[in-house]
Each structure stands twice: as structure tokens, then as C-alpha cells.
């Protein structure tokens, strides 16, 4: 085991290799074939929902958080917009300070919406440690993993998807398959992040919060994200990719479901929930009272002139 920061993550990969394993041993109880096979790539879709379901109080926290920071945009850019220009200490301090007390106004911050990748970045980077250790573990040149040990491990780096094997990575495999393989899998895991991003921005924040330097660093971010992702693919096994793959997708639905069911007031999700309830009530009968006061809409553009008791009589 190396010395350092990867000794902090030593418990993680033992989690990890416990619920992969568990995992395993449940499949292959339902009827699939033990040994290296399609049960161990099912073994890490069972690990992303495993650890999801362990975050979806957080991820109903990250929901209230990001609802805050979208309501609180209108009022944030008139804080900007009061001390722009202004870079004095004093201008600084009292900015800073009105931003504070908004933020414990909402009851948000603006890290709350990373706490969930924050959250899942150690458990990435022990399963990544965890696969690409499966050839040494597999020849006795690593120490066992918790329950990975060497048969175990060989079995684990022998199990293929689509022909390429779970520790394979880009950048050191010779097999032209596998790298055909590792390009479709970074293709789905950057395009998956891509639109997880967009749902978000483009579906459930109000108009105001489209707006402003808040605005363009999330718009920044929509295409950076996945660019990274990219980018930095060809350096995780196949194994990760299908990890961090899967996991977009439970992103993806779990969002869809927040997002129809609950969304953020004044988003384009709303207008759309609004519009539903309204056929469906109209579908019913069910008419919205009109109230004693009311009177027919003016045509816009013009205001109504006041008149004279006097003018009103009958000549």
C-alpha cells in the first residue's frame, strides 16, 4: 500500500471491493456465471447505486441549496451593481458582508451544488486505484484489497464489456478493440455530462439566473466539464468510465424527476407544471373563480380615463 495521500483512500478501496464483491456474489446467485464475466461489469452499476442511494439526502440538500442561489440572484446583482467600481477596502468589506447575509438569507452557499461530486470524487479515485491494481494484486505483486484477493483480482481484470477488459486503459492497452471500446465510453461519459449539466441550467432556473457573471460561469462550465472529462479519459480504465457513465445517467433521472415534480420558482420547469395542472383542472370543469372586482382586460398600451361623476349622468 503507498505511503501518503493514497493511504487516506486504503479504507475507501476496502469499501469499494466489499460492495463490488457483495455485488458479484448477489448476481451470481440469481443464476449469472461466476468467474470473469458480465457479472463483475454489473458489479460496478450495483456500486453507483449503492453510493447514490447514500446520497440522496445530500442530493435533496444540493436541490434546496441551488434553489436558494437561483432565487437570490436578483438581489445579488443589486449588491454588484451598488459597488461596481468600487475598490476601496471599505467598499470591499461592506460587499462581501451584504453577500454573507444574503447567502444566510437563503440558506445556501455557493459550494452546496459540488457537494455531491465532492462526495463521489474519493470513492472515483479509489475504484480507479482499485482497477488499475488488479494486475499486480492478480500476480502477488500488490497486497490483497479487502476480499480482492489474487483469484478474485484475476477474475476481475479477465471480465470484459464489449471485448475490452475493466482495468484496460487507452493509453497502455495494444488491443484496437479496446481502445474503440474506451473512445465510445469517454464519448458517452463527456455527452452524459454535457446534457446533466444543461437539464439543470437550462430547465429549472428562474430567467434572473440566467443572467449576470454567476450565469456565465455555470454556461463556462456546461462545456469545461465535459471538455475535461474528455481530455482526461484516456488515463481511467474501463471500469471508471462505465462507473462515471453510469452515474451521469442516475443523474440525469434522478434530476428529470426532481425537476417535473418540484421545480424552481420562476424556472421554465414551472411554467410547464403550471400549464399541466391548468389543462388538467380545465379538463375536470374546474373553473377559477373570478372575483367581484374584477373587470375585462384593458388592451395593452392603452389606460383608462378617469371620468366625471358629472359626465357619467344621463343628460
Request: charge should be positive.
Amino acid at each position: 500500500m503507498d505511503g501518503g495521500i493514497f493511504a487516506l483512500l486504503y479504507p475507501i478501496e476496502w469499501a469499494v471491493a466489499w460492495v463490488m464483491t457483495g455485488s458479484h456474489a448477489l448476481f451470481t446467485t440469481l443464476g449469472l456465471p461466476d468467474g470473469p464475466g458480465i457479472a463483475w461489469v454489473l458489479s460496478i452499476v450495483a456500486l453507483v447505486i449503492v453510493i447514490r442511494i447514500v446520497l440522496i439526502p445530500l442530493f435533496f440538500k444540493q436541490i434546496k441549496a441551488s434553489r436558494g442561489m437561483q432565487l437570490m440572484q436578483p438581489e445579488m446583482q443589486a449588491i454588484q451593481k451598488k459597488y461596481k467600481g468600487k475598490t476601496d477596502p471599505a467598499s470591499r468589506e461592506a460587499m462581501t458582508r451584504e453577500t454573507m447575509e444574503l447567502y444566510r438569507k437563503h440558506g445556501t452557499n455557493p459550494f452546496a451544488s459540488c457537494l455531491p461530486i465532492l462526495l463521489q470524487s474519493p470513492i472515483f479515485f479509489a475504484l480507479f486505484r482499485v482497477l488499475n491494481n488488479l494486475e499486480r494484486i492478480s500476480t502477488g505483486a500488490h497486497a490483497p484489497i479487502g476480499p480482492i484477493d489474487q483469484h478474485v483480482a484475476a477474475d476481475i481484470e479477465s471480465s470484459t464489456l464489449f471485448g475490452a477488459q475493466l482495468s484496460d486503459v487507452f493509453r497502455t492497452t495494444d488491443s484496437t478493440v479496446s481502445r474503440l471500446v474506451v473512445i465510445g465510453l469517454i464519448i458517452a461519459m463527456s455527452a452524459t455530462t454535457f446534457f446533466t449539466q444543461r437539464q439543470l441550467t437550462m430547465k429549472n432556473m428562474p430567467k434572473a439566473a440566467l443572467e449576470g457573471p454567476m450565469a456565465s460561469t455555470q454556461k463556462m462550465m456546461l462545456y469545461m466539464l465535459p471538455l475535461i472529462f474528455a481530455i482526461s479519459g484516456v488515463n481511467f480504465p474501463v471500469g471508471v468510465l462505465i462507473y462515471w457513465t453510469v452515474t451521469n445517467i442516475w443523474s440525469m433521472g434522478q434530476q428529470f424527476y426532481t425537476i417535473k415534480r418540484m421545480p424552481a420558482p420562476g424556472s421554465e420547469a414551472e411554467r410547464v407544471l403550471n400549464e399541466k395542472r391548468a389543462r388538467k383542472a380545465a379538463a375536470k370543469g374546474i373553473v377559477a373563480e373570478e372575483t367581484p372586482d374584477e373587470q375585462p382586460e384593458q388592451p395593452r398600451g392603452q389606460r383608462v380615463q378617469p371620468q366625471r361623476k358629472n359626465r357619467k349622468k344621463k343628460g
